[in-house]
């Protein structure tokens, strides 16, 4: 079993920057590929970003390139999600989740966080 948790979400002006952390604990972290998915009110869970066990391969949706950056930190079991010109549209809740290997649908992700709300104002 894989524990996450998630935390760094809450309410920034548009163009801002927040940076969420997942904390994994339980198997081994580094075995697996971690993702951060969002769901959005009335809208379906949408990829985001991934990141290979290495850290060396990165994966972003189109809606978040140059602006988004995903890493992680085996040592600590922890992966980031660092958000600039954050904009209204990205509000959502923000999900962590981990798999074998690369995924960018979420049934494919055996372990997932419970989410941090992510709101950003106009």
């Known amino acids: 079993q894989v524990q996450l948790v998630e935390s760094g979400g809450g309410l920034v002006q548009t163009g801002g920057s927040l940076r969420l952390s997942c904390a994994a604990s339980?198997?081994?972290?580094?075995?697996?590929?971690m993702g951060w998915f969002r769901q959005a009110p009335g809208k379906e869970r949408e990829f985001v970003a991934g990141i290979s066990w290495s850290g060396v391969n990165t994966y972003y949706a189109d809606f978040v390139k140059g602006r988004f950056t995903i890493s992680r930190v085996n040592a600590k079991n922890t992966v980031y999600l660092q958000m600039n010109s954050l904009k209204p549209e990205d509000t959502a809740v923000y999900y962590c989740a981990a798999t074998r290997r690369y995924a960018s649908d979420y049934a494919s992700y055996e372990y997932r966080g419970q989410g941090t709300q992510v709101t950003v104002s106009s």
């Open positions: 339980g198997r081994t972290f580094n075995n697996y590929f």
